[in-house]
């Protein structure tokens, strides 16, 4: 069974709030992965980490920032959060063999 | 019981050949997804269908809700279409989160 969490599963928030979407991993992976998809939509890379220190964008441009300071943890902010950031946050790691995906979190900005 | 089985497991093809892969759920579903990992662990979002038929280049992607199947065909296939090919659908029967397959490990020889 694959080991990725991701808290919290669902968010409502005001407007201007901090938020940051965590995202954990027991499996030891270099390689990490956030997505954002928003209802009916396909999947976005927007945040990417090939190993600790290591960050990137990715294909959709995103007002989010990451950090990888530990293998294990890789947590997505946004520092002033706005109804245009509603959409669901999927965290996801692999190594050479296959991809594990975390349950997700449904965001809404209110 | 894997809500969402893929098959086959794994593949071994020439190059040139017309590949499928096949994703059977058994759930209710609002939309598939095929996802493309590749050896270095980077995941691309390929199609995202709730009905018909979608295509990009080599790749074609087919659903028949009726019957609750999908399949991933890639016509001519490469060296470069190596890679693992995921199955994903979002189910409203688990509160709309992504329920994944476990994956299909494809090699293209030359």
């Known amino acids: 069974e694959a080991d990725i969490y991701q808290t919290p599963r669902y968010l409502v928030i005001g407007t201007g709030k901090k938020i940051t979407l965590e995202c954990s991993q027991t499996m030891g992976h270099d390689k990490m992965y956030w997505y954002q998809q928003d209802p009916g939509m396909e999947l976005h890379l927007i945040h990417y980490?090939?190993?600790?220190?290591?960050?990137e964008k990715g294909d959709l441009s995103s007002e989010s920032t990451v950090s990888r300071i530990r293998t294990e943890h890789f947590p997505l902010t946004l520092e002033s959060a706005r109804p245009s950031h509603t959409s669901q946050y999927l965290c996801?790691?692999?190594?050479?063999?296959?991809?594990?995906f975390g349950q997700g979190t449904r965001l809404t900005v209110v | 019981k894997n809500e969402v089985e893929q098959s086959p497991q794994n593949l071994t093809a020439q190059e040139g050949e017309f590949i499928t892969i096949n994703c059977s759920y058994s759930v209710g579903i609002s939309a598939l997804h095929w996802l493309q990992q590749h050896p270095g662990g980077g995941i691309v979002s390929l199609f995202m269908l709730s009905s018909g038929k979608k295509k990009h280049g080599r790749l074609i992607a087919t659903i028949n809700i009726q019957e609750k199947h999908s399949s991933l065909h890639i016509t001519a296939s490469h060296p470069r279409d190596s890679a693992v090919y995921i199955c994903a659908v979002r189910s409203w029967e688990y509160g709309n989160k992504l329920v994944f397959g476990a994956g299909t490990i494809l090699r293209v020889k030359s």
């Open positions: 996801a790691s692999s190594d050479d063999g296959r991809a594990f």
């Open positions: 980490s090939y190993g600790v220190n290591s960050t």
